[in-house]
């Protein structure tokens, strides 16, 4: 994420003592696309692509940049 205004070495929430499971902050996939995009400064509510005559988008009808905003704190 660099040159997204992300800082280095950024962590955001925990795992499990095994790293198997996420305990703290948990983050939908559909949220960590939409503050991908984001950060690259496109809408992700306006990519979207065609599959058997419907418009799909990669954040489906979730998404939300929260995310963005907490990597982006100093």
Same mark, same amino acid.
């Given at each position: @994420? *660099?040159?997204?205004?992300?800082?280095?070495? /950024?962590? !955001?929430?925990?795992?499990?003592?095994?790293?198997?499971? *996420?305990?703290?902050?948990?983050?939908?996939?559909?949220? +960590?696309? *939409? &503050? !991908? +995009?984001? +950060? @690259?400064?496109?809408?992700? =509510?306006?990519?979207t692509?065609?599959?058997?005559?419907?418009?799909?988008?990669? =954040?489906?009808?979730?998404? &939300?940049?929260? +995310? @963005?905003?907490?990597l /982006?704190?100093?």
């Amino acid at each position: @994420m *660099a040159g997204g205004g992300v800082r280095g070495g /950024r962590v !955001i929430g925990g795992t499990d003592e095994l790293g198997l499971r *996420a305990v703290d902050e948990k983050v939908h996939l559909h949220d +960590l696309h *939409a &503050s !991908i +995009l984001g +950060l @690259m400064g496109l809408d992700h =509510t306006q990519l979207t692509y065609r599959y058997q005559g419907r418009d799909f988008r990669l =954040t489906d009808v979730g998404g &939300s940049v929260h +995310l @963005m905003d907490k990597l /982006r704190k100093a």
